[in-house]
């Protein structure tokens, strides 16, 4: 009689034992290797969205380099009030090509984003209203931190980036137009003079204190020079303010106001100008009219867009002339005349260099500013 010997396992071992998977634990798996998949995709996807987004921010890098040479050689920017797409522009593409033979090529180029004729992917080029003295460059972006990558710069001075969250430097679109601002000193203002339809400001129907002149009632002058308002039409039924800042939002769009004298006092301070020349009046100060004032090709040859620091602030006066108290218009290309929250005005010449501060009958009509709260 034979015993069925026994299988003896080594000492601090188990004997293992083996079965197949469930149902619910293959589709677990296969869900878990799906997720890890698409977690990859993803990963992979951002990856080469952020590394097109370095190549845009390397092309427009490019670019900007290639107008400061331009800049410094013709004392101005290759000229385009309407945004082109560089990758299309032989005009512009001739203009830079001594110091960029080959003009860059967004990657999607001419695709557009999510599908929006107003989001091309392309590197999109502007100068505005300022006569080649100052330009945005505009590229739409794909990763998830900045939608859009913008860089700027006025007079051949220090570049500004964008995209994201607006910094000033940056564009603002108000009652549908858009507005270029400049950061001088400390101060956030725009650089172009507000033209909007008292109606349409953001405080609320304004029309009730007035409406917005064109020089010579010609609508095409307002699309150059902005609107001409009166004081209290300007303030939208709020009181005066020589606070800094004035607190008055007036026909401004919110988060930004109507600026106090001081605060006019800070800008000219910003471009050299002492605290006692500040306080006094009639014309003030050497430079600070010129440095603040642009376009040459607007105004009347003179003093002040003779002067070598013309254009050099970022805030672009333009000669937008002045309505009187009977409604007659004057001095378009020879003059510009600022409000402020009270009734002081500053004004410039084609025929001095420095600023004109007085106080002015509030029917007459003059440009407006507005400075970031």
Known sequence: MF????????????????????LIE??????????????????????????????????????????????????????????????????????????????????????????????????????GNTGGHGYRIHVEMEGEAYSSHEVSSVGGGGIVYGGGEWTCGDVISYAGQDYTTALIGTQCWLAENLNIATAQADKGDCSGYGSKYCHSDISSNCDTYGGLYQWTTMMCGEASSGSEPSGVQGICPTGWHIPSDDEWKTLEMNQGMSQATTDSIFWRGDDEGSKLAGNAALWTDGALDAHANFGTSGFTALPAGYRSTVGSYYHLGYYTNFWSSSTWVRSLSYGHTDVYRYAYDKLSGCSVRCIKD
Do not use: C
Not at 6 to 15: A, C, I, L
Not at 48 to 62: H, I, L, M, P, T
Not at 83 to 94: G, K, N
């Open 3 to 22: 015993m069925k010997s026994k299988k003896v396992y080594p000492v601090g071992s188990q004997r293992l034992s083996f079965r197949g998977f469930t």
């Open 26 to 127: 293959l589709l677990v798996a296969i869900a878990i290797l799906g997720l890890l998949a698409s977690i990859v995709f993803v990963h992979l996807k951002g990856a080469k969205a952020s590394a097109r987004d370095a190549e845009r921010k390397g092309e427009v890098d490019s670019i900007r380099k290639a107008l400061a040479f331009y800049y410094t050689e013709h004392n101005k920017y290759p000229e385009s009030e309407e945004w082109i797409s560089v990758e299309e522009d032989a005009d512009f593409s001739q203009a830079l090509s001594e110091w960029l033979p080959e003009m860059p090529e967004d990657p999607f180029y001419p695709n557009l984003k999510d599908g929006d004729e107003n989001k091309p992917f392309s590197y999109q080029y502007s100068t």
